[in-house]
């Protein structure tokens, strides 16, 4: 789903929102066997633009876990967009130092994939509340917590 720009924070009986953040769109996917993979909504893989998402998912999501969210950089109490920009062009060392300078956040807002279960047919309601079993379980916090 992609973002929709609405006149009233108000919803629909039946409707979930997540707001926008100032960020790149992105799945994340921890494979068995330790392989990370972060791509962007066209398909792009950011995974060596952002080396510290890759570690962070590997210590804390089990393996065979999908999400969808956003990635963001926050410099001096807001978010950077110039910076995540920044970041999606470096590799290797570069992608290491500016990790180091502008450290990127995965915000996740909807579990796709869970052990072996595909759960892109279950309804959000039900995905929403396995995400939010999914952070409870591992001790993982949401942005604000």
Known sequence: MLTVPVDSPTLPAGWAAEPKW???RA?????????????????TDMTGSFPEIRSAAL?????????DGELVVWEAGRLAFERLQQRLARRGR??????????AHYVAFD???????????????Q???????????????????
């Open 22 to 24: 100032d960020g790149y």
């Open 27 to 43: 799945q994340l996917a921890v494979h068995r066997g330790g392989r990370v993979l972060l791509r962007s909504r066209q398909g």
């Open 59 to 67: 210590a804390q999501l089990p393996a065979d876990t999908g999400l």
């Open 94 to 103: 570069g992608a290491s130092e500016a990790a180091g300078k502008w450290p």
């Open 111 to 125: 579990l796709l994939h869970q052990g072996e279960s595909d759960l892109t047919g279950w309804p959000y309601r």
């Open 127 to 145: 995905r929403r509340a396995a995400l939010e079993a999914l952070f409870a379980e591992r001790g993982l916090a949401g942005p604000g917590r």
